[in-house]
């Protein structure tokens, strides 16, 4: 049994360091909370732990008061009023700060958390309090149930769901909440202190509601990366990577639209150069299932291959599954990958979108083999309809395969109907492939099939 809730930051009218003393049962602080406001919606979560002798144990400060200034120097929430609560290492910066263990920092995940072994270690009922891009999250676990956490299990699943930072509180009986009406009672002891955030009923702007979204229609968010007078490419300046990522938008566009998807784009138009946020905000915005950045990367010469980017671990998490979804697909396509394909990195436009985001780098154009793969037409094509039966694979659409070896339908469009019939009849084509690029040798058939090539005199 465990409860999460997501408070849109907009909504927040305070968060308040409620020093309990042990007075009250988290309900009851709940029902006091409510009362007070009872214009809000109230969120109750147990704070730090405390010590033997009834002292608040880690760092707490309330309303610009030190309630516990000791003993260790660690990142925690620091807030005036609520909507501007950050992670921080200065405790000072602000007029209330709370902090137990961090599991989330300003560099992902913790590898190995702080805390005190037999005292917060082991599978526990788990409080805490984290954010997600535009959120504040609350949490708290049943201590007994299947939801007890370990500290590391923790950090992974809230990693998994999308925080980007998280602190947990106490733990074990202690872990407690009341969440709008949503109770984990813990063991029913009365802590020493909670946290209590205050929200508006009706969120001014409410989040988009993904049961608004027809489910026949999943939405993907593009990303063709950079813009017009970004100087990466490669060194004899053959090949720019904003040209590059904006040709291969236009060619995965159209395939995603065929199996169903509706296309966003962090730019409609090639001259468009957008910032990074602004990126993120166009996906958010959107409320899309997913987005997917298009890169080429930069390393030593001799690195090449394709490599896909996401925030964080763990291989659960719905972002790594979109990867290895598209990895696959690549790696079957015949393309180099580099390293096992997958790595991480909390890039602006995966750490600030709310869909699961990945960054994919196609290859090196720092390497002269990769480049020459880069810059190839029928290469960006196989790069692309891989790309887009990853995404298929990933959102559980069957991929429709088109026609015949060419990887296309095998009609021409209606404009071209009757001239592709003549041809054919003519012998000029062998009625195969409609939409197939010509080459030199079979621009030179052509000709000569037509008779053009013969020196009249
Ligand atoms: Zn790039």
Partial sequence: MKAICNIPLES??????????FRYSVDQVAAQAQAKRPDCKVYVVTGGMWNADGSAC????????WISPQPWSSYGYAWDTGPDITLTLDRDARDNFWSTTCLIGHNGPIAEPSYDKTGQGGKRGRAGMGMRPGYLRLYASQDGTADARTPEALRDDMAADGCTSFVMGDGGG????????????????????????????????????????????????????????????????????????????TRLRPLLEEQGITVVSTREIESDYPGLSARASVSNRAGADLFVSLHSNAAGSSARGFVAFTSAPPETAVRNKLAAAIIGRIRAAGVVIW??????????????TTAPAVLLEYGFHTNDQDVALLKDGSYRDKLAQATCAGICDYLGLEVKEPDGESGQPNEPDSWAKEAWSKAAAAGVFDGTRPRDALTRQEAAVVLNRLGLLEKGD
């Fill in 58 to 65: 880690p760092l707490l400060k309330a309303d610009g008061k």
């Fill in 339 to 352: 390293g096992s394909g997958l790595a991480h990195e909390l890039y602006t436009v995966l750490a600030s």
């Fill in 174 to 249: 202690s872990a407690q909440c009341w969440f709008d009406g949503q109770a984990i009672p813990g063991d029913g002891r009365k802590c020493h202190n909670y946290i209590i955030v205050y929200a508006k009923k009706e969120p001014a702007e409410a989040p988009p509601e993904k049961e608004d979204k027809p489910m026949s229609k999943p939405i993907v968010c593009l990303d063709p990366g950079h813009g017009p007078g970004c100087v990466n490419g490669s060194l004899d300046g053959s090949y720019k990577e904003c040209e590059f990522t904006w040709d291969l938008y």
């Fill in 12 to 21: 927040i009218e305070s968060v308040e360091v409620f020093v309990n003393q």
